[in-house]
């Protein structure tokens, strides 16, 4: 971010209030002390279920505003370097950097302003797939993967591999992760779609130019409050042996779980974690974040119908295009969204994109 783009002092004191406003301060600490007297009270862990989904409730307003206090302090810290500079033109570089993270922290919270789903507060599934170009396609899978989970590691986010399979020569056939932090479904929705990969091809001798594609689908991990009926009778459990890396066991005995859900087709596998049943319940808590995205897309569709709008949602409506030759540049289609940076984006600093996302969605 440039120094022009960055706002005044001013304005950025102007966009503090107004988030105190949105953010809504005043109710949030009230709804956390509220909170925190619940968890004091003895047998609180009894329900562990429950106490596990109001403890992370009171750790995501915490959250909220524990940012929000910090950016108050950045403020008032700005303001300290901006008087100073008249003494000495030293404390020019900590104003402009405290004003840049002010700003930073600022379109962090309005981003969060925007998330009204429930289900934006949900962990999130990702799962990447290779789509066409064939082995560099896996390829493209293992660094979009890479991508995601040091993106993750940056924001302080755990990351729980689900189903990484590596590929027969080079990358991965696929990978499935949960992603557990702060709204980390309702930022990651900006990846879900087709992203395109354009380089020197690493395994062809003549060194052509490669077009490569994956697909990346973004779920919710659905709360238990929210309704999703699985028949067990619709649901057909099969074991076999694990393919994956894993710790002692994991590949010489039938740990790994695929499900297929009868009525929908929709075919789940689970196979890094250490046991047949502790994959079989992630394998499930997969399915029914499927069915369950599935069931709201089914309500969108609807209401799109009687809107009169048609969107796109095929495989091949790629959101983002990353170009590694001719020339280097990361673009999202959508927003509009680019940079010259690409070693960074790869690396996981993909927040200039998500929020970019964000904004343009709420801008339709």
Known sequence: MSDETIPTLDELAERLAAARGYLHIEENERRLHDLDAVISQPGFWDDAQAAQATSKRASDIRSTLDEYRAACATLEDARAALELIEEDDAFAVEFDELRAGLSSALDRMEVESWFTDPSDACDAIVSVNPGSGGLEAQDWTDMLYRMYVRYAEKKGWKVKLLDVVPG?????????????????????????????????????????????????????????????????????????????????????????????????????????????????????????????????????????????????????????????????????????????????????????????????????
């Not at 027969?168 to 980390?184: F, M, S, T, Y």
């Not at 994956?214 to 057909?236: F, H, K, Q, T």
């Not at 499927?290 to 796109?312: F, N």
Request: net charge negative.
């Open 168 to 364: 027969e020569v080079i990358g991965l056939d696929r990978a499935v992760v949960q992603i557990e932090g702060k709204n980390a479904f309702g930022m990651l929705r900006s990846e879900h779609g087709v992203h395109r990969l354009v380089r020197i091809s690493p395994t062809d001798d003549k060194k052509r130019r490669q077009t490569t594609f994956a697909g990346v689908e973004v779920l919710p991990v659905v709360e238990d409050d929210i309704e999703v009926e699985i028949n067990p009778s619709d649901v057909r459990v099969d074991v076999y042996r694990s393919s994956g890396p894993g710790g002692q066991c994991v590949n010489t005995t039938d740990s790994a779980v695929r499900l297929t859900h009868l009525p929908t087709g929709i075919v789940v596998t689970c196979q890094n974690e250490k046991s047949q049943l502790q994959n079989k319940e992630s394998a499930f808590k997969v399915l029914r974040a499927k069915l369950y995205e599935l069931e709201r897309q089914k309500r969108e569709d609807e209401m799109d119908a009687l809107r009169g709008e048609k969107r796109d949602n095929s495989f091949g409506s790629q959101i983002r295009n990353y170009v590694l030759y001719p020339y280097q540049l990361v673009k999202d289609v959508r927003s509009g969204v680019e940079t010259g940076n690409v070693d960074a984006v790869l690396d996981g600093q993909i927040d200039e994109f998500v929020i970019g996302y964000h904004r343009w969605r709420v801008s339709q």
